[in-house]
């Protein structure tokens, strides 16, 4: 994906990418995580997956960050399940793009799955630790016009699912 650029009053310009941008995207974010996971995943460990029909106008970093940042927990959840493994697909939706990330780590603890959509000034439960990376990636996809939700979290693993507007409105 090529990098974001400011407009000279300020605002973000989004860029428009392809499915080969999207791939591409993907594929970075896996070159980034297999090193320092790769010893505790399948191989490859990464099942990548854009339909070829796909675009969407958007701001680069900020889906790079979310789609990172739940690629980076789904390692973290498989870290110590040897054989573990992430699947990202990207699909068209109608007038939507949906990006999938799955893995066959343990779940999601049931007071992270309460507290995904915290407000950002309430303080954390006692004891219980909310991710950061997880609340950028809420508040970053409401950012970009688009919805982030739990799709599935049971003992054989969790999967979101990320909806954006293939063209902002």
């Given at each position: 994906?090529?990098?974001?650029?400011?407009?000279?009053?300020?605002?973000?310009?989004?860029?428009?990418?392809?499915?080969?941008?999207?791939?591409?995207?993907?594929?970075?974010?896996?070159?980034?995580?297999?090193?320092?996971?790769?010893?505790?995943?399948?191989?490859?460990?990464?099942?990548?997956?854009?339909?070829?029909?796909?675009?969407?106008?958007?701001?680069?970093?900020?889906?790079?960050?979310?789609?990172?940042?739940?690629?980076?927990?789904?390692?973290?959840?498989?870290?110590?399940?040897?054989?573990?493994?992430?699947?990202?697909t990207?699909?068209?939706?109608?007038?939507?793009?949906r990006?999938?990330?799955?893995?066959?780590?343990?779940?999601?603890?049931?007071?992270?799955?309460?507290?995904?959509?915290?407000?950002?000034?309430?303080?954390?439960?006692?004891?219980?630790?909310?991710?950061?990376?997880?609340?950028?990636?809420?508040?970053?996809?409401?950012?970009?016009?688009?919805?982030?939700?739990?799709?599935?979290?049971?003992?054989?693993?969790?999967?979101?699912?990320?909806?954006?507007?293939?063209?902002?409105?």
């Amino acid at each position: 994906c090529q990098d974001d650029l400011a407009a000279p009053d300020g605002s973000v310009v989004t860029t428009h990418h392809s499915a080969a941008d999207i791939s591409l995207l993907l594929e970075k974010i896996s070159a980034l995580i297999v090193p320092e996971y790769g010893e505790n995943l399948d191989h490859p460990a990464f099942a990548i997956s854009v339909a070829d029909d796909l675009s969407i106008d958007c701001h680069s970093s900020s889906l790079f960050r979310i789609l990172y940042n739940l690629s980076v927990n789904a390692a973290h959840a498989i870290a110590a399940h040897y054989g573990g493994h992430i699947e990202l697909t990207a699909v068209r939706d109608g007038s939507n793009i949906r990006f999938v990330i799955a893995d066959n780590g343990p779940g999601l603890p049931k007071h992270i799955i309460d507290h995904l959509y915290p407000r950002i000034d309430r303080p954390e439960p006692a004891g219980k630790r909310i991710g950061y990376g997880l609340m950028s990636a809420v508040g970053l996809a409401k950012k970009l016009q688009g919805t982030l939700h739990v799709i599935k979290s049971s003992p054989s693993g969790t999967t979101f699912c990320l909806v954006l507007p293939e063209t902002p409105g």
